[in-house]
C-alpha cells in the first residue's frame, strides 16, 4: 500500500519458536452452528495449556462481538470475517503462539484465504461434521427456529450454505461419537504438531 512502510523487528521468528518451545500452528475447526466447534475447541485449548503450551482461543462469537462488529453475514462480508481473523491469527503465529480458531467458515475460498496468509505449513483444518438435524436439536440459542422463521438472514445451513471441506486433516462426526471420543482424536492429530523441530538456532 501507499506510504505504509513495514518494519522487521530484531528478534526473528526462529528465535521465537526456541523461546517458545513450540511449532506456532493454527488450528482452523470448521462445522454447522451447533456441530461442537466451540466446545472442542475450548477443551483443545485446556488441554493444550496444561501440557505446557503457550495457546490461544479465538472464537466466531467473540470476534463478532469486538474485531469484527462492523461486519454483517453477506458472502463479502464473511470473507472480510475471515481475513481479520486470519490476519490476527498469523501476527500470534510470529510470536511464537499456537492459535485455535473455531468459526463456521462455510465457503472453501474464506478457508483457502486463511491457509495462504498463515502459509499451508502452519495450517490444520478440521471438519466438525454434524447433520443439520443434529445441529438444530442442540440449538440451545434458537438461531435455527428463528432462521427458519426468516428473522435471521443469510443464516449457514438454513439460508445460506456450507461447503463442505474438500481435503481437511481430519473429521470429527460429532453427531455419531461422544465429545470425549472426537477430542482425544483432536488431540492426536495436533499436539505432536507442536513439539519443536530442531533446525538450525538463530543467534539469540
Known sequence: MKNIYPFKSKVGYEQRRYQMQQEPRL?????????????????????????????????GDNIRNGLCRD?????????????????VANLMLEAGMVVICAFISPYEEERELARHIVGPERFTEVYINCSLRVCEQRDTKGLYAKARQGLIKE??????????????????????????????????????????????????
Open 27 to 59: 488450528v482452523w475447526l470448521t462445522g454447522l452452528s451447533g456441530s461442537g466447534k466451540s466446545t472442542l475447541a475450548l477443551r483443545l485449548e485446556h488441554h493444550l495449556f496444561h501440557q505446557g503450551y503457550k495457546v490461544f482461543l479465538l472464537d
Open 155 to 204: 443464516f449457514t445451513g438454513i439460508s445460506a450454505p456450507y461447503e463442505v471441506p474438500q481435503n481437511p486433516h481430519l473429521i470429527l462426526n460429532t453427531d455419531q461419537e461422544k465429545i470425549d471420543d472426537s477430542l482425544q482424536k483432536l488431540v492426536t492429530l495436533v499436539e505432536p504438531q507442536l513439539r519443536l523441530q530442531q533446525r538450525m538456532k538463530a543467534a539469540m
Open 71 to 87: 461486519l454483517s453475514f453477506t458472502q463479502q462480508d464473511r470473507k472480510e470475517n475471515m481475513r481479520r481473523v486470519a490476519e
